[in-house]
């Protein structure tokens, strides 16, 4: 190589460097930016709501009083209503995904469906509030209940669960579906026994933070009809029911300000069961992780 060529490396190197460096902090600018933007929004919310944040107001039902407002109807509709999007997303989700992937036969049709599946999480959530009112609501005739709320929910995480369970079940090695058909198994005792035992904690994983977008939704259930202003407990999955971000969401609607402050203590509220829901999907992925 001659002296011409090697200044031309050194160069190509130089500049190669730099862009290095010029990306680099542009990638860390950004990541320091929304830390900031972060940090001052969770400051104002627990500046402003932390001095509502006692046992009177997780006990005592919505008011026009701001003093008297209680979130307490809010959190026991946000219970019923993951009771009854839980299990239904989860059984549905997961054995869509052992089906497509167990027992589906690998031709266009499967894969359409696959795509489909995945172009569906990024679909916006007030399309689905739409399908659950005319499906549940108005065809099905379920009215503005709990039940309806928890099918159009299930309908909006139901893909995320799909694609996080398709992607554990594709991680196992096909060496331990081998060694099960090795000793007798059946297909189904292999998945039954194998697959979904190793899958557990991507399943599990994807499953809670699907839920945890579902509890922190308001468009589908306000197009549902879920009531913004409750002063009673459901009874049954049939009541009328509020949540969380639509009770936060009235309270931000208000023209007093001490409304909005009220709303914060909402919101941290919110945030601790959002927080609660990711860790316990962190801790159940690293016992298993463990195990398996």
Excluded: C
């Excluded at 309806?148 to 669960?161: R, V, W």
């Excluded at 933070?209 to 407990?233: D, H, Q």
Aim: aromatic fraction near 10%.
């Amino acid at each position: 190589m001659n002296l011409v060529d090697k200044q031309l490396v050194q160069r190509r190197r130089k500049k190669r460097l730099f862009s290095n460096r010029i990306m680099r902090q542009i990638f860390f600018s950004a990541s320091v930016f929304g830390i900031v933007v972060l940090a001052v929004l969770l400051y104002r919310i627990f500046r402003e709501g932390l001095p509502y944040l006692d046992i009177d107001f997780l006990t005592s039902f919505a008011s026009r009083f701001p003093e008297e407002a209680g979130i307490k109807a809010a959190i026991t509709g946000s219970v019923w209503l993951m009771a009854v999007t839980a299990p239904v997303s989860v059984v549905l989700g997961v054995g869509t995904a052992i089906y497509l992937e167990e027992y589906a036969k690998e031709n266009m049709f499967t894969r359409f469906i696959r795509m489909n599946i995945s172009n569906l999480a990024g679909v916006p959530s007030v399309v689905f509030g739409l399908l659950g009112l005319t499906v549940f609501v108005r065809l099905m005739e379920m009215g503005r209940s709990i039940i309806a709320g928890g099918f159009t929910m299930s309908l909006l995480i139901l893909p995320i669960i799909v694609v996080a369970s398709q992607e554990a079940i594709r991680a196992i090695p096909n060496s331990q579906y081998e060694a099960s058909y090795a000793m007798g198994a059946t297909k189904w005792q292999t998945i039954r026994r194998v697959v979904l035992p190793a899958a557990l904690p991507g399943i599990l994983t994807g499953g809670i933070l699907a839920l945890s977008r579902a509890i922190g939704e308001t468009a589908p259930l306000l197009m549902i009809g879920a009531l913004s202003f409750i002063a009673y407990l459901p009874e049954n999955i049939w009541s009328g029911f509020t949540v969380l971000p639509i009770q936060i969401f009235n309270w931000t609607a208000r023209p007093q300000e001490e409304f909005h402050l009220v709303a914060s203590t909402g919101i941290i509220i919110l945030l601790f069961i959002l927080l609660l829901m990711n860790s316990v999907a962190v801790l159940i992925r690293h016992k298993f992780s463990k195990r398996y």
